[in-house]
């Protein structure tokens, strides 16, 4: 009998674990981008911007990219937590657990600076393995200029290109461009936006 009361319990259990693992996880669609369609969003509650939380890994060969990031979070009183991946034996390695390390943090959005596939858009096993941990965890990733893009197109929730005149007055952004925080704040809590978007720093 008590036995039997302990394998419900457990069964229950192991039920709601499920259930919360995959209310993180959206079927079909990246993490992040579930509401696509601006007039069908459904309105919830989403992530204040003195509680967000930016989780950056950086690009492999210039960390000057990597500081426009951080000054531009800085700027909008954006918190960020930064993964260098520019003088280490693997780049690879650095940004796959640099991911995988983000998920024990409270980050509201893991960005990946300038992903470097080595060419190709087929994920290896570890590159698989560290997007879908990221997943699983139920965090947005943004991949800015990136120089390949996963064909998997559920592992990143946008394409942020950054504006080629962030650096001038602001008169001379494309005026199609987003400012990087409110782009960031868009997919942190899931709202409507565009896969690809032109960003400014």
Known sequence: MRRSLIMRWLTVFVL????ITSACTPQGSAVGRTQSDASAAIHHDGIDRSDMLVGLIGEKSDDAADVNILKS???SQLKAVYVSTSDVASYAQAA???MIDL????VSVVVVNHLD????TALTQD????FEQVRQAGI?????DPIDVPQDDTLYAAVFI??????????????DSTALDDALMLVANDNPHDVRMTVRL
């Open 127 to 130: 590159w698989r393995d560290a």
């Open 140 to 144: 947005p990733v943004v991949l800015i």
């Open 96 to 98: 796959q657990q640099g």
């Open 162 to 175: 950054t504006d080629d005149q962030s650096d001038g007055d602001a008169t001379d952004h494309d005026s």
């Open 117 to 120: 596939l080595q060419g190709g």
């Open 103 to 106: 998920t024990a943090r409270p």
């Open 73 to 75: 979070c800085q700027t």
């Open 16 to 19: 709601c674990m499920l259930a």
